[in-house]
């Protein structure tokens, strides 16, 4: 069975709080002019005659188009040929677009077929709109003031998607473009098929995302680290940030007073820990109240950077010098823990027994 990533297809179906909680949103880049049925995806850049997709027609009409944008590029572009929010994602089936030229069958789940990008563009038009974009380019061919080419890479809003209309806005035709994720390549596109096998839409995916979700693998710990820390110990970790930035030694004490480790987790809020933040915000008497007289801990691994594995790193790497205060608090051997009662209590108890002072 050829490549197919469900989740990243179905991705397209979900509201904007859900596209969220996954890095993504939606941008709408305009309307679709559909007469002939016959759709074309291609580089209209490098590749405008390129033939129209097999299997499938889409109705006559304005059909919206709308970008799933990741990290400010696209990752999906969707032709609806039916509303969104009328569709269930378990309800639809999914077919990998083709050419006539091409085969489906021979693929594995690792490989796909798609269209070829050389200019970093790619669109969707019909294929009467295809026709007259093929006329434009022939007429426009040695006419260095008709540089339609040039006129399409300046078009504003291609990272969010965009009509391009170059015969004007009463003109039947008209394609919408999109730069194509992270660069030139192959892309896949699908068909999104109803139960009665009738294509509601058409999505081209640029392989930006995996499993329908926008974050990296540290985006996703993170995450998984907010969701793990109990309601009542995050605001604990947010009050104890936020009395780091005011300086408050007195509530410092009373959040660290039954858990000293506090100082070293990380507060997702400002994703750093109070001691991080002590440092940044050249905070010395915080700093003091956090260590508590002990060493410096270690940085968690999530702070760490290329030159800076340590605390100590990450105060001397800061481009402004933090103040003579603050480096001699770091810098200041940790306090000799107190000995520990237990054995003055064994002593009193030999002592007593044999009568001793």
């Known amino acids: 069975m050829a490549h197919l990533d469900l989740a990243n297809l179905r991705t397209c179906l979900l509201d904007d709080t859900q596209l969220a909680a996954v890095a993504l949103h939606r941008s709408v880049a305009g309307h679709l002019p559909v007469s002939s049925g016959q759709l074309v995806v291609c580089d209209p850049l490098v590749q405008a005659e390129a033939p129209a997709l097999a299997d499938y027609t889409a109705p006559a009409g304005r059909h919206p188009v709308e970008i799933i944008v990741h990290s400010g590029r696209p990752a999906l572009a969707v032709a609806w040929f039916r509303p969104r929010e009328a569709l269930t994602a378990s309800a639809l089936h999914w077919q990998m677009a083709r050419w006539t030229t091409q085969d489906l069958t ?25 026709q007259a974009l093929l006329a434009l380019i022939e ?14 890479i300046d078009h504003e809003g291609l990272d969010q998607g965009a009509e391009y209309r170059p015969w004007g806005e009463d003109s039947p035709h008209g394609l919408v473009v999109f730069t194509s994720g992270w660069g030139d390549g192959v892309y896949p596109s699908y068909w999104a098929l109803d139960t009665s096998g009738v ?54 004490r009373e959040l660290l007073k039954d858990a000293p480790q506090r100082a070293n987790q990380i507060e997702p809020g400002c994703g750093g820990t109070a001691l991080f933040e002590a440092i940044r915000l050249d905070r010395p008497q915080a700093l003091r109240v956090l260590l508590q007289g002990a060493a410096l801990p270690a940085l968690p691994e999530r702070l760490q950077m290329s030159r800076v594995a340590s605390y100590m790193d990450y105060a001397r790497f800061l481009k402004r010098p933090r103040s003579p205060a603050l480096m001699a608090v770091l810098e200041a051997p940790p306090m000799a823990a107190e000995p520990t009662p237990v054995a003055a209590r064994r002593r009193s108890f030999w002592d007593r027994l044999f009568g001793r002072n």
């Open 106 to 130: 021979g693929l594995d789940e690792d490989s796909f077929i798609g269209y070829p990008v050389d200019a970093g563009i790619g669109c969707f038009m019909d294929t009467d709109t295809q």
């Open 139 to 152: 007429q426009s061919e040695g006419d260095e003031d008709s540089n339609w080419a040039d006129a399409l």
């Open 199 to 252: 294509p509601v839409a058409l999505v081209t995916d640029f392989l930006c995302i995996q499993g329908g979700d926008g974050r990296d693998e540290r985006e996703i710990a993170d995450q998984a680290y907010r969701d793990s820390l109990p309601a009542e110990e995050a605001e604990a970790l947010a009050r104890l940030v936020a009395a780091v930035e005011c300086d408050d030694a007195d509530t410092l």
